[in-house]
């Protein structure tokens, strides 16, 4: 046998989640490996008709106070810690009759299941795991001779080793599975960490004093931002994102798909479709009609030149009119809650066009932002937040009509997603013009302007939407001059009376959110 091959003679099993446990142990008993067990697991692989020597009568110490100490003995950690390859090892586990332990699988108790659906603060105690990590803790430190699996996706691994290798594992899947125990263990703690720190936070304190982020890699992408970066995607993106065709996203794809996802959620209940374009993860067009093909030609007009190479998504399923709309032009991506099947024969058509199926209520997280920057980590909740014209205090002497609110509405919850300084131009189904990422407002206002013009867009009766406010009326007069007549903006400059004197000279109408959306 290779010095690197480790022969399992007897194994512990003690898991939770008991997916694959009788398959995984049948196959350990094809090569005669005795099994040690406790609780539910041991009655598990009894009613299978396995033989399962209890720990207990292993340790000859009885489990105690309630089953919290029944692992955490000598002959439990000596068996699993003791190195085969020094003889002092050897014969010290000789003098005090304790027999190794060469494989251990152990997953740990749900504390992140229990906890979400919401349990007592003693529940929540109760399913700590404190035997489960120190047990994958000793295996994994002495992996030179010790299997350890705290996945059952690693049954089948294992199995196969000892099938090709007369019961035996290689040095380099032991090693392996010993990084996936730690891994999993540091979540374990982080997890339990920051749990205690939310019941134990303090008003005033939204986060706690320390952060763990503990994920994945979910894949490996082709390149980073540039192609000379390297990249990888960590978490789980099937849990909101079901890829049916196409090539391999991007860094750059994904990034949008994020901006494409938060603007759209700010419709998810809409009555109407909705179909928002994006490039660069910032909105060029969005569209509402009482179809979704209807939505598109409206969000296209917006900006003609933008969409090539674009992020397309719909509140709705995306059906053959919209896919045969889309097909006119390169996109990128297209997303929907789903696709019908004659859309989706169509669209793939084209095979480097990636069709993603969207699980909206999965996006919607209160997951905080993770920013990283110079010398560590910004966080922030996410800008959930979204004000009506109804709820927003009116600063004119003139109220904005059904019309006019309801384009402030729209134009309201589109602005939040561009890049500040941010201005749309909107009307109650669509935007007119965007302008966004600049230094100065004044100059978001000049482009949302001219690229309206440039599409021969009529400005007049737009609603003007302000991301933030507007420090000198200057802005504000451009998008006057060019037609708005209804102004939405958070309001709080030093200059808001300017700017208030200035609409009501005009007859404009102007409310004001007191929350502000910038978007760096």
């Not at 010095?3 to 512990?12: D, G, I, N, Q, S």
């Not at 928002?276 to 030609?297: E, Q, S």
């Not at 920013?371 to 904005?400: K, N």
């Not at 600049?438 to 009529?458: E, H, K, W």
């Amino acid at each position: 046998m290779d010095h690197a091959e480790a022969t399992v003679r007897r194994a512990l099993l003690s898991v939770s989640d008991k997916t694959g446990l009788v398959e995984f142990a049948r196959g350990l008993c094809r090569h005669g490996v005795e099994l040690l067990s406790t609780g539910g697991t041991a009655r598990a692989l009894r009613d299978a008709g396995l033989a399962v020597k209890d720990v207990s009568e292993h340790t000859g110490f009885p489990e105690m106070l309630d089953g919290r100490v029944k692992t955490l003995h000598p002959m439990i950690h000596g068996g699993l810690l003791g190195r085969r390859d020094l003889p002092e090892h050897v014969e010290t586990m000789r003098a005090h009759g304790i027999s190794p332990i060469d494989l251990v699988c152990v997953n740990l108790y749900p504390f992140a299941e229990v906890t979400a659906r919401g349990c007592s603060f003693e529940e929540a105690i109760e399913h700590i795991d404190i035997g489960g990590p120190s047990m994958l803790r000793s295996a994994a430190k002495n992996h030179d001779a010790v299997t350890v699996v705290v996945e059952p996706r690693d049954y089948g691994r294992v199995l196969a080793e000892m099938d090709a290798r007369g019961g035996a594992t290689t040095l380099g899947l032991r090693r392996e599975l010993a990084r996936k125990v730690y891994a999993t263990t540091a979540a374990y703690d982080g997890m339990i960490a920051d749990w205690l720190a939310a019941q134990a936070g303090t008003a005033g304190e939204p986060f706690a004093e320390t952060l763990h982020l503990a994920l994945r890699r979910d894949a490996h992408l082709r390149y980073g931002e540039n192609p000379h970066q390297h990249a990888a995607f960590y978490g789980d993106m099937g849990a909101v994102l079901e890829q049916i065709h196409g090539k391999e996203l991007s860094y750059n794809n994904i990034i949008d798909i994020d901006a494409a996802i938060r603007l759209m959620l700010e419709f998810a209940s809409e009555p109407r479709a909705v179909v928002a374009i994006l490039k660069h993860n910032t909105p060029c067009g969005v569209g509402a009609g009482a179809t979704p093909a209807d939505a598109y030609r409206k969000a296209f007009a917006t900006d003609p030149e933008s969409p090539f190479g674009g992020i397309l998504i719909c509140n709705r399923v995306w059906d053959l009119p919209l896919a045969q709309a889309v097909d006119e032009i390169f996109s990128e991506v297209l997303i929907a809650p789903d696709f019908t099947p004659d859309a989706l024969a169509l669209l793939r058509a084209k095979k480097n066009r990636r069709l993603m199926r969207w699980n909206v209520e999965a996006s919607r997280t209160t997951v905080a932002d993770v920013r990283r920057v110079a010398g560590g980590f910004l966080v922030q909740d996410p800008d959930r937040a979204i004000e009506t014209t109804a709820s927003a205090r009116l600063a004119t002497r003139r109220a904005p009509d059904t019309t006019e609110a309801d384009a402030l509405d729209f134009g309201w919850k589109v602005v939040k997603h561009v890049k500040s300084n941010a201005i749309v131009f909107a009307r109650a189904d669509r935007t007119i013009g965007v302008g966004g990422g600049q230094t100065s407002r004044v100059d978001a206002v000049r482009i949302a302007i001219d690229t309206a013009r440039r599409q021969g867009l009529d400005l007049a009766g737009t609603a003007l939407c302000s991301d933030a406010f507007f420090p000198f009326p200057d802005g504000l007069e451009l998008g006057l001059d060019a037609g708005a007549t209804s102004v939405i903006q958070p309001g709080g400059s030093v200059r808001d009376d300017a700017s208030i004197e200035l609409c009501n000279a005009r007859g404009a109408t102007m409310v004001l959110t007191g929350v502000r959306h910038f978007r760096h």
